[in-house]
């Protein structure tokens, strides 16, 4: 007797799992199963480019409308991965336009993205709807034109925090006068200035705008003009907030913000002058999320908007916040849920700001739903983590980055190992976490033996010895992404811990003490991994005992890649072969 489920109550079923782990695991229960989904699943995430062949993806998933896409390791956000390393976004933008012309929307995050990508894309998906990218490089203002005047149905353009050749703000003319299905705009990482009118033209027939986020160069004088064309705005990210007004143009102003009743998400606010945080006060009640990353304002001002701002879910915030301003957050933010507090100065002696442990106490003490921080700071406690852990054990994420490297608890000067310890153990679904500060090797045992559901480790200038390592590898069963710099181990914890790195999507480490021998071993013993020795200015000559500068080791079943630079070494690599001119189109 047949007792598999028809297809279509199959196809059913799996229409209500979004999430892309919930339909990696029901793929794996059976080849109907595995048929069914790989048929149905119409939004594809892919963690690694160079993880799997896009050729493959293509083809498993014949009902693609969305592809989700990152290339360079995380670290790339540190400066720590050279340029021209690879994460080219052109295998894969090829190989969908042949074989998924449906393809509605496209989402980048760490890629090298050349004009000629977005051109592919305008001219190969004609119901094509969305492109965002973050954190990408290698394009111009040419090639969104090309996206803005082709892509008739587009929805969502979304440059976030992309390295882009600014050509000139010509590009907002491109977009066709009969497109009015615009819903969100993002162009906040470019540098020239935009015409005023064609934005004007462009807001006023895009009546289902919701997210705009404009550039610096767009001044504080014709904000209110282009707010008056879209009070739809859920989402907005201002311009610079630095230019003198007269006292019509902030009344004006002021009125423009009061009008905007659906608004819950405000950013932007380059160089926030102290005179102006009045005319946000109107907004402040309906706001969920507030990024001030980017303002200059400082106490006692940021008191003065935060304690109007009762339904803040997420902050992002200088460290010009100080434990006061943190304090006013735990008083009033109850529904908090995400803070980043970032700092003010690159260098420690620049920071002339009263930030310690105490605000991260005082906001995990008063702010019930936290669940997401991350904290730089140049100092901290045990005793401040353990209370942390004890007040807010629902968190999912903390990121703790004490920004002088081996710097102990600063009353007892005490490594900070009991203070993690608390973390890990109290907070059971921890998904995410970063440390810093003095750590011996007994804080990553602690870490192994209570993170059983962290999926995201970074650790920096810490550790006694290879111990580190093999209690993170042999503990974390859920572990699938680990980062380390600047650590005191070496060869025997990679070596001896090889299997689990099959388990995992990518370990980085920079600064360590492993050899290239040990590098060459893992490849040959792990064939379905690829080892990358990184090295700007390789030797002429490389014996096995020399120690390796930089590695990234990353499972695949695609195989080595073809598009090495030759300052990056593989066991495949062929030196014979340069960089494959398909790759970096």
């Not at 991965?81 to 509605?104: H, K, N, S």
């Not at 006068?177 to 615009?182: G, P």
């Not at 009743?261 to 945080?277: A, C, M, N, V």
């Not at 946000?280 to 507030?290: A, E, G, H, I, Q």
């Amino acid at each position: 007797m047949d007792r598999r489920f028809p297809f279509k109550v199959l196809e059913h079923i799996f229409s209500f799992l979004d999430v892309n782990e919930d339909r990696n695991s029901v793929s794996l229960v059976c080849k109907s199963w595995f048929e069914t989904e790989r048929r149905t699943r119409k939004r594809v995430f892919v963690g690694n480019c160079y993880a799997v062949s896009p050729l493959k993806v293509a083809r498993r998933f014949p009902k693609m409308r969305s592809l989700t896409l990152k290339g360079k390791p995380h670290f790339a956000d540190y400066n720590l991965v050279p340029d021209g390393w690879g994460g080219y976004a052109w295998p894969w933008i090829e190989a969908m336009a042949a074989r998924r012309p449906l393809l509605e929307e496209i989402r980048l995050k760490r890629m090298v993205v050349t004009d000629e990508c977005l051109e592919k894309i305008a001219a190969s998906f004609r119901d094509f709807k969305t492109l965002v990218l973050t954190s990408c490089e290698g394009f111009s203002t040419d090639g969104i034109a090309a996206i803005a005047s082709t892509c008739r149905k587009l929805r969502n353009l979304e440059l976030r925090e992309c390295i882009v050749d600014d050509l000139g703000g010509d590009w907002l003319t491109y977009f066709p006068e009969t497109s009015t299905s615009l819903v969100s705009l993002d162009f906040s990482c470019l540098d020239s200035e935009v015409e005023l009118s064609d934005l004007e033209r462009l807001l006023s027939r895009s009546p289902n705008l919701k997210s705009l986020k404009l550039n610096r160069s767009v001044t504080l004088d014709v904000l209110a003009s282009l707010l008056r064309r879209a009070p739809q705005l859920v989402e907005l990210g201002t311009g610079s907030f630095s230019d003198e007004l007269d006292p019509e143009e902030i009344s004006k102003l002021t009125k423009a913000l009061s009008e905007l009743k659906q608004l819950k998400s405000l950013s932007g606010l380059w160089d926030l002058l102290p005179e102006y945080i009045p005319v946000l006060y109107s907004v402040c009640p309906r706001l969920t999320s507030l990024n001030l990353s980017y303002a200059t304002v400082q106490m006692p001002d940021l008191i003065d908007l935060l304690s109007r701002c009762s339904k803040l879910q997420k902050l992002w915030v200088m460290d010009l916040i100080e434990d006061k301003g943190l304090k006013t957050v735990s008083l009033c933010c109850k529904e908090l849920r995400e803070l980043r507090v970032f700092p003010s100065g690159a260098d420690l002696d620049e920071t002339d700001v009263t930030l310690t442990e105490q605000g991260l106490v005082s906001v995990s003490e008063g702010c019930p739903k936290l669940e997401s921080v991350l904290y730089f700071c140049v100092q901290f406690t045990n005793a401040a983590l353990v209370s942390i852990a004890k007040n807010r054990p629902n968190f999912r994420c903390f990121r703790l980055c004490v920004m002088e490297p081996f710097a102990p608890d600063y009353r007892t000067q005490q490594p900070l190992d009991e203070g993690f310890k608390a973390i890990v153990e109290r907070c059971k679904n921890l998904r995410r976490l970063s440390v810093s500060g003095l750590l011996t090797d007994k804080a990553f045992e602690y870490i192994g033996v209570h993170a059983k559901k962290l999926r995201m480790l970074s650790i920096a200038f810490a550790g006694d010895s290879d111990l580190m390592l093999h209690h993170l590898l042999s503990g974390c069963q859920s572990l699938k992404k680990l980062e380390i710099r600047d650590c005191p181990f070496g060869d025997t914890a990679l070596l001896e811990n090889a299997a689990k790195l099959e388990t995992m999507r990518s370990l980085w480490m920079s600064s360590c003490f492993v050899s290239f021998g040990a590098c060459k071993q893992l490849s040959q013993k792990m064939p379905r991994l690829n080892v990358e020795v990184i090295d700007e200015h390789p030797p002429k000559t490389r014996p096995d005992s020399s120690p390796v500068e930089r590695i990234y080791i990353y499972r695949t079943v695609a195989g080595p890649r073809l598009d090495t630079p030759e300052f990056v070494w593989t066991i495949h690599k062929n030196p014979e072969v340069g960089v494959s001119r398909l790759s970096i189109r």
